[in-house]
């Protein structure tokens, strides 16, 4: 998952491919998402369990459109 800055425009092809020249193939992500913020826990540390179930809950939303 990405949060943009403000003012900053991407694309998932785009940082795919830059974490392929930087990384290498094997390291860099198959997919992208960009959200508004990442979830986080009371004390402050990222829900990566919330995040994981917002963006399966996202994938099965689109499947039924």
């Given at each position: ?12 092809s ?52």
């Amino acid at each position: 998952a990405v949060v943009l800055r403000p003012g900053f425009t991407g694309s998932e092809s785009h940082l795919i491919s830059c974490c392929r020249t930087e990384l290498g193939g094997y390291k860099a992500p198959k997919e992208v998402h960009f959200v508004p913020k990442l979830p986080r826990t009371r004390f402050g540390k990222f829900d990566k369990a919330q995040l994981r179930r917002d963006l399966s809950s996202n994938a099965s939303d689109q499947e039924h459109d």
